[in-house]
């Protein structure tokens, strides 16, 4: 460790009247390196490299001062490394309903991003133990950015035919926002609601020029469902981000495997993800253990190459 002393006098620039700690001086006889004359003064530095440097009374000017920042700069950079984007998810609804007054008849979220030029998802869906979701609308979307929403989908379950199963709908929109969000409020207002009703809103950073990877989402019915495994199933063409959200009947969230993350869970939905680096013909979502039934809507968004 250096020991600087506490008289500093500037002339120019700095005036170090420095020398080592005696715990820290070795026996070795260090070879002497002269500075070239960057500096008002052409005294010499004395180096034991790697161990350390003895400066006596060196006046370096600003250009000596230029010159030693841009030696360090050189040394403590990394050579030819590259950081990676940070392509993927960038951000996820918070709250329920909070400072919103609607009287059952709406839910909201709050979104909060760290990145510029975000492809937001909003997905909503209900579920009713009758066919109440049958007419169930999105009356409007609100945000208080100025997001204007577009819808990617509206897919109403058939259930599981034979037996009583509850209804179910969801709903798939997307925007972009051009700017970082902070607690940016999404609002959505129902009408004709008799069920429970869900909302999420996510961000993906680094999509592409298409948005997404696939024509539509893949929507699979309850009526799909295995014994306790939901399956969905689709191709990608590039590196995705790939997510799969279901409508759900108070249950706990699905044992997934391995690759997928759990996004959120609320017990009547959740959404799940994975992040591709290649074209994958076969991305596969199995949802295990699953309590009951669910519909499934799977989507890829496509991201930019790194």
């Not at 460790?1 to 700690?21: C, N, Q």
Request: hydrophobic content about 35%.
């Amino acid at each position: 460790m250096l020991y600087v002393d506490p008289v500093l006098r500037t002339r120019a620039g700095f005036d170090f009247a420095s020398i080592l700690k005696p715990e820290n001086r070795t026996n070795a006889k260090p070879e002497p390196f002269v500075l070239p004359r960057l500096f008002s003064s052409s005294r010499t530095l004395i180096c034991s490299y790697p161990q350390s440097c003895l400066c006596v009374n060196m006046v370096v000017g600003r250009t000596g001062v230029l010159a030693i920042l841009i030696l360090v700069m050189l040394v403590e950079l990394p050579q030819g490394a590259k950081a990676t984007p940070p392509w993927g998810l960038d951000g996820i609804g918070s709250g329920t309903n909070v400072g919103i007054r609607c009287n059952g008849t709406c839910d909201a979220r709050y979104l909060t991003t760290s990145r510029a030029n975000d492809l937001i998802i909003l997905v909503v869906s209900c579920m009713s133990n009758y066919d109440s979701c049958v007419p169930t609308q999105l009356s409007s979307i609100t945000d208080s950015s100025g997001l204007k929403f577009t819808q990617r989908s509206d897919y109403t379950d058939p259930g599981v035919a034979g037996h009583f199963s509850p209804s179910y709908r969801i709903w798939e929109y997307y925007t972009v926002a051009k700017s970082r969000l902070s607690s940016d409020n999404v609002t959505v207002t129902w009408s004709n609601l008799n069920g429970m009703d869900q909302m999420q809103v996510f961000a993906v950073h680094g999509y592409g020029s298409e948005h997404f990877d696939v024509p539509s989402p893949v929507l699979v019915s309850s009526g799909s469902c295995v014994d306790a495994t939901c399956l969905a199933t689709l191709g990608t063409s590039g590196k995705d981000f790939v997510f799969a959200y279901l409508a759900e009947n108070d249950i706990a969230a699905c044992s997934l495997t391995q690759g997928w993350t759990n996004m959120f869970s609320y017990g009547y939905s959740e959404a799940d993800y994975t992040s591709l680096n290649a074209p994958n013909p076969n991305v596969q979502f199995t949802c295990n253990n699953l309590e009951d039934p669910s519909p499934i809507l799977m989507d890829a968004i496509l991201l930019r190459p790194s």
